[in-house]
């Protein structure tokens, strides 16, 4: 019996030059429409499935390789006798290799205004069938649904005139996984449509794959076992897409606290930086490079800020990285080092160094698990501009102040909550995060301002949350704020407001924006 490939792919990358390498090493190449033709302009010998079956493709090419002659193929066992006799009673050849990707679901759907009859019509179904088979019966055939695949499964034909058994096992692996993905999409695109297919935010079935990247060593605790995932295609921007220059594996922490710095120092379209502590910004500052923002940062809480992850928006410089040496980091992520940056942090063994393109691409969902079920969001990517703020006392802020206003607003939507943040100039000038009393909160941020040897005199102030009673008000305002913003929606709104006239301060609502953060 002849050596069989067959082969038949949406993404054409790579096939030609793998097919010509097939047909060298002896192999009958079996193909359908698009791909075939291809093959066959390149000068390769290549036989059409139609031909091989002796069944025409038919409604609209629909049914193709849906034929006993190609599956009986894939799924005969070699050791098996009976199996063999089968084939060759019908003069049935081995399929040995099968090459195959599916059709573009997932581009159709990503298109906009997508039609449902064209997202139909990209539901593959003889792709799918014949990888499960192949995948399925891996003992005798090698499945390639993967083009970066092919040097591989090429390398090792030519090494040892077969696809060792490993290597078979572990494309079929990745088949099983492309279908799930691939079933997967389908489900949640047509259960997000309603009765008369409009999309819906949420699908009444929800599946996602994720690709294991690492395990690690343990999860929050010792006790906990942990690993980290990433998306099969990951947006620009988001941390997942990071590339590892220098240090020891990230830890669980690391990837989380890594992720919540990286989101809030993208936000900030000026040279900035934001040091995170246990999931909340501990300083946060813009400047004219990096190590301007690095180091009014850095005053905010010194304290806090060791063994901190730190993120940049723009590129590190050497000065950067001499004035960051001096303290103990675990993390440093940016778009970009110089190399003499580099040179210098490298000098530190453990330390890790991240680089991330710059992207303007978020998550699309957010997820939290509960007992027995998981809790689905959109992400918070609002924040309020100066457009939609509204003052509510006598009191005008000057644009210093609603400078000053905005930027800790935004800081603020990534502390965690109950959120007092003091800014000035730039620079949080104190953070209190994460107390279930946000007079607690406040107290917290002066506190730590005042160990930082920072004044509160002249700050703006953001709180995440409206103020339920002017006493929250009242201490933000005896550190020395002069101005505050907060969402406003509070029933004592008119009794809060009248407190800030009396003080003398600016108050401004954001239109309702809050940022609660748990």
């Known amino acids: 019996m002849r050596k069989q490939a067959l082969l038949s792919v949406s993404d054409k990358t790579g096939v030609v030059e793998f097919a010509r390498e097939l047909a060298a090493l002896g192999y009958h190449l079996l193909s359908t429409g698009g791909t075939a033709k291809l093959i066959a302009e390149a000068g390769i010998e290549v036989q059409e499935v139609a031909d091989y079956t002796g069944f025409p493709e038919m409604l609209d090419g629909r049914v193709k390789t849906l034929n006993p002659r190609i599956h009986a193929g894939l799924l005969a066992r070699r050791p098996d006798p009976a199996h063999m006799a089968a084939l060759e009673e019908h003069n049935i050849d081995p399929i040995d290799i099968v090459v195959v990707n599916l059709y573009p679901f997932?581009?159709?759907?990503?298109?906009?205004?997508?039609?449902f009859e064209d997202a139909i019509e990209n539901i593959d179904i003889g792709g799918p069938t014949m990888i499960r088979a192949a995948a399925k019966n891996h003992e005798s055939v090698a499945v390639v649904v993967d083009p970066a695949d092919y040097a591989r499964v090429v390398e090792e034909l030519k090494a040892n005139g077969e696809v060792c058994a490993k290597t078979r096992l572990e494309l079929a692996k990745?088949?099983?996984?492309?279908?799930?993905?691939?079933?997967?999409?389908?489900?949640?695109?047509?259960?997000?449509?309603?009765d008369d297919l409009a999309k819906q935010d949420f699908p009444e079935?929800?599946?996602?794959?994720?690709?294991?990247?690492?395990?690690?060593?343990?999860?929050?605790?010792?006790?906990?076992?942990?690993?980290?995932?990433?998306?099969?295609?990951?947006?620009?921007?988001?941390?997942?897409?990071?590339?590892?220059?220098?240090?020891?594996?990230?830890?669980?922490?690391?990837?989380?606290?890594?992720?919540?710095?990286?989101?809030?120092?993208?936000q900030f379209k000026e040279p900035a930086c934001v040091i995170v502590k246990h999931a909340n910004p501990c300083g946060v500052a813009i400047g004219a490079d990096s190590c301007e923002a690095y180091k009014k940062a850095f005053k905010t809480d010194p304290t806090s800020a060791f063994g901190g992850i730190l993120a940049f928006n723009t590129v590190v410089t050497a000065a950067c990285a001499e004035e960051i040496s001096k303290q103990f980091a675990e993390v440093i992520m940016a778009p970009a080092f110089e190399e003499e940056a580099l040179a210098i942090?490298?000098?530190?063994?453990?330390?890790?160094?991240?680089?991330?393109?710059?992207?303007?691409?978020?998550?699309?969902?957010?997820?939290?698990?509960?007992?027995?079920?998981?809790?689905?969001?959109?992400?918070?990517?609002?924040?309020?501009?100066?457009?939609?703020?509204?003052?509510?006392?006598?009191?005008?802020?000057?644009?210093?102040e609603l400078e000053d206003l905005l930027f800790a607003w935004k800081v603020a939507k990534f502390v965690k909550s109950n959120t007092i943040v003091f800014a000035k100039d730039g620079m949080t000038m104190g953070v209190g995060a994460g107390q279930m009393s946000r007079l607690d909160s406040a107290r917290i941020a002066s506190i730590k301002a005042e160990k930082a040897g920072l004044s509160l005199c002249g700050t703006a102030a953001a709180s995440?949350?409206?103020?339920?009673?002017?006493?929250?008000?009242?201490?933000?305002?005896?550190?020395?704020?002069?101005?505050?913003?907060?969402?406003?929606?509070?029933?004592?709104?008119?009794?809060?407001?009248?407190?800030?006239?009396?003080?003398?301060i600016v108050m401004v609502f954001t239109g309702g924006e809050r940022h609660f953060r748990h």
Not at 106 to 115: G, H, R, S, V
Not at 241 to 251: D, N, P
Not at 475 to 501: K, L, W
Request: net charge neutral.
């Open 464 to 504: 995440d949350a409206f103020f339920p009673f002017r006493d929250g008000l009242d201490v933000i305002v005896d550190a020395g704020a002069t101005c505050v913003i907060q969402p406003g929606g509070s029933v004592r709104d008119e009794e809060v407001i009248a407190a800030a006239d009396e003080r003398g």
């Open 174 to 194: 990745k088949v099983f996984c492309h279908t799930a993905k691939y079933d997967g999409m389908i489900s949640t695109y047509l259960t997000a449509l309603d």
């Open 345 to 400: 942090l490298q000098k530190k063994p453990s330390l890790r160094l991240l680089v991330i393109e710059m992207g303007e691409v978020a998550n699309d969902f957010e997820f939290k698990r509960v007992g027995g079920g998981m809790l689905i969001q959109t992400p918070d990517l609002q924040t309020a501009g100066v457009e939609q703020l509204r003052v509510v006392t006598k009191k005008q802020p000057t644009a210093k």
């Open 205 to 266: 079935s929800f599946t996602r794959q994720w690709v294991k990247v690492q395990g690690m060593r343990y999860g929050e605790n010792p006790h906990q076992k942990a690993a980290f995932y990433r998306e099969h295609n990951i947006g620009k921007g988001l941390f997942a897409s990071y590339k590892q220059l220098h240090g020891k594996e990230l830890s669980y922490n690391n990837i989380a606290d890594s992720d919540a710095a990286w989101e809030a120092c993208r």
């Open 106 to 115: 997932e581009a159709t759907i990503a298109k906009p205004n997508c039609a």
